[in-house]
């Protein structure tokens, strides 16, 4: 299996970034790589709820995700299965945000399961695309480092 690790800090205080993840109209706004965007997005952000993105590209090409929320701790953690509607495989995400000063948040987001190595790079530069998109919601995102694992 293969997994990657994402960390960096985004200069905006920890309940913004938080709220970037759980509400949907700002999630709306990040949740899409490149120029793909959010056409639509469903979700229960509870535990146990579940969520439903369709990504749109400028050629009409669409993608879903979908999953299940689980485990949220306000200002602190998320974590969640992930599911394209083109495949059985399910990975999980892992989200840890935390405060730093002068309104700083630093946030490590883990993807972990893949079964094919392909897959997770492409989901791990989708997720590095997110982010420069979440530091415009945010304002100022700047990776520091990410790694890919195999096990």
Known sequence: MYDFTLKGYLNSDVATVYQAFSEPDILSKWFAPGNLMVSQMMLSFTEGGQ????????????????GTYQEIVPNERLSFTWRWD??????????????????????????????????????????????????????????????????
């Open 51 to 66: 969520y439903r993105t369709v990504l749109v590209g400028p050629d009409g090409f669409q993608q879903t995700i979908m």
């Open 86 to 151: 083109d495949t059985n495989d399910i990975t999980k995400v892992d989200v840890t945000f935390n405060t730093l000063p002068n309104s700083t948040t630093s946030i490590h987001l883990c993807q972990s399961g893949f079964a094919q190595e392909q897959d997770m790079l492409s989901q791990q530069y989708a997720w590095l695309a997110c982010l420069e998109k979440l530091s415009l919601a945010t304002r100022n995102f700047s990776p520091v480092q990410h790694q890919a694992y195999a096990a």
